[in-house]
């Protein structure tokens, strides 16, 4: 994922601003998102799940990423996320806004061996 990487849902936006490593590789990834709704305003305090999963394979990873705020409004940091093995992974973040309802966005990339 790089700074051009954007997913939309319903009514929120999440937006890639950071990775590391990048782009994505086998192991532990941090990533650096931003969550806006669907008229660019920031959403802080959202409850964001995140769920890396291999499609081809149909399984996901055994470590739960953790999710903390970030330095600016609307701005989160997921470490954790175990990509354990190469391959098409999926990492869906179902985001809920305070107060509003979840709403799963979708990002789609390859992990090299």
């Not at 959403?43 to 705020?69: E, L, Q, R, W, Y």
């Amino acid at each position: 994922p790089g700074a051009e990487d954007v997913a939309i849902g319903a009514a929120v936006k999440v937006t890639f601003v950071d990775a590391a490593p990048a782009p994505p590789a086998k192991g532990s990834n941090t990533f650096t998102v931003d969550v806006t709704d669907d008229m660019g305003q920031p959403i802080d305090g959202a409850a964001i799940d995140v769920k890396p999963f291999m499609p081809d394979h149909g399984h996901g990873a055994s470590v739960t990423p953790t999710v903390k705020p970030g330095a600016k409004a609307g701005r989160y940091l997921i470490d954790q996320i175990e990509l354990f093995m190469p391959g098409g992974w999926e990492i869906t973040f179902t985001v809920t806004p305070s107060g509003g309802a979840a709403d799963p966005v979708k990002f789609t990339f390859c992990v090299d061996g």
